[in-house]
């Protein structure tokens, strides 16, 4: 699934030769993600079922608090405060 996430999100970064040719991807751009209104379709039709709606709605909320600066922030919490914080993102609970 990341993979997948990454082939519609993110940008081509190589072209591996070796031992067949295979695009590469850096992982998914959370500003293309979050404004991408088609989205949660997106990822139902490359098989994410359930995970599509929390995935495009946590890629929203994560964009509208700060983004990739909010998550870098959390390094500088306890691991109690960041669960937490994380935990306020839909579809992430005590399991993921």
């Given at each position: 699934?990341?993979?997948?996430?990454?082939?519609?999100?993110g940008?081509?970064?190589?072209?591996?030769?070796?031992?067949?040719?295979?695009?590469?991807?850096?992982?998914?751009?959370?500003?293309?993600?979050?404004?991408?209104?088609?989205?949660?379709?997106?990822?139902?039709?490359?098989?994410?079922?359930?995970?599509?709606?929390?995935?495009?709605?946590?890629?929203?909320?994560?964009?509208?608090?700060?983004?990739?600066?909010?998550?870098?922030?959390?390094?500088?919490?306890?691991?109690?405060?960041?669960?937490?914080?994380?935990?306020?993102?839909?579809?992430?609970?005590?399991?993921?």
């Amino acid at each position: 699934m990341i993979e997948r996430l990454c082939e519609l999100y993110g940008e081509c970064i190589a072209l591996s030769s070796f031992p067949s040719q295979e695009i590469v991807y850096d992982f998914a751009d959370l500003a293309r993600m979050a404004t991408d209104d088609a989205m949660e379709s997106k990822l139902r039709e490359s098989g994410f079922g359930y995970r599509a709606a929390y995935l495009h709605r946590a890629a929203k909320n994560l964009h509208e608090i700060g983004g990739e600066l909010w998550l870098n922030e959390l390094a500088n919490e306890t691991y109690d405060i960041a669960k937490q914080k994380l935990q306020q993102l839909p579809g992430v609970g005590p399991k993921v």
